[in-house]
């Protein structure tokens, strides 16, 4: 699935992006048009799409309307912002597109959410030298609306990325067999076979890069640069003990309350009250809970990137890293022994540590905020 990218080129520069890969372009823009940069790029949304038949390059809605629709209005172009390569021969809706309106998708990089519980995580998936990455896609045109419009193609994701998601959009590269074959305007006959063969998703580890991004991207109102910066370790700890105690705040009359309480009950028990040592035992869980989700907890103020070519339960910290899926990659019984059962201690160990440096940090600048 692919359902948010960036795009950090106006529609003034964007075509002089395409000299790194020496494509001829021709912009196709009406008088006064244009287009600013957007790094939440959503369906509805116009993105700019490239074609090889012209060498156009042109602007359009993203959510594929067939030419064929009747009422635009009622089409519900939620439900084809993506089309998944496996049915491209098999769907009226993707056939003649497939067949003769293939096109590319110039992107900065796209996002994808990962699903640990009931949260998500959105990452972000690059090129490493920050040069325009290319999805394959489809375009249609309904002429009585004079509407352009395209989707982006999806295929399973590769091993690499099956940790991210089950589906990744297809990223062709100038020069390559795939971009050759998919843009090539004189190939007007697909079987299903030879779509999956040429046009399957892959993860080029030495070009792409992946770590994780602000959760300020899901809201399609969130604009700018500091949406695909980078989230450091350090600063999403400080942000969840801060949520933390937020969450942990009472009202004036509530705590006082709860304070009566405490002290009445221990006038005639020695005992601590049940509902309050039930509490401490939760927070104590919880806070267990959140040091052993930490990933790849080494190092104070690490890039909190994933590497796409480790394995999946080398990425999750001490919680998961002596499951037996890791025995079964590694060749090894199961045991708590060894250089990655040792690597594992010293990880955790560091996360404790730094997750508690930074909750006294906390502490004693709110303290000095409040004797000012």
Known sequence: MCGRYALAFDSNEIAAQFKAYNLEVRPELAKDEYHSRSYNVAPTNDGVVYRTKDKELRYMKWGLVPHWTENVSEFKTYRTFNARL?????????????????????????????????????????????????????????????LWTYTIVTAEAPHELSWLHARMPIVIVPGSDAWDAWMNPKKVEWSTNGLNSICAAHYDNNALTIYRVSEDVGKVQNNGEHLIKPIFREDRIKAEIRREDESNELPVE??????????????????????????????KLKEEASVKEEDNPSGENELYEEKADQPKHALRGASRGQKSSMNEDTGSESNKTGPFATRIRKNSNGAKRLRRDIKTELKEASAKKRRK
């Open 254 to 283: 509530e705590e006082y309350e709860r304070d009566q309480t405490f002290k009445d009950e221990k006038k005639g028990s020695s005992k601590v009250p049940e509902n309050l040592e039930k509490e401490a035992k939760a927070a």
């Open 86 to 146: 496996e049915n491209l021969q098999e769907s009226r809706m993707w056939i003649q597109c497939c067949n003769r309106k293939r096109c590319a998708i110039p992107i900065s990089g796209y996002y994808e959410w990962k699903t640990q519980g009931k949260a998500k995580y959105p990452y972000y998936i690059k090129r490493k030298d920050n040069k325009l990455m290319f999805l394959a896609g489809m375009y249609d045109y309904v002429e009585k609306e004079d």
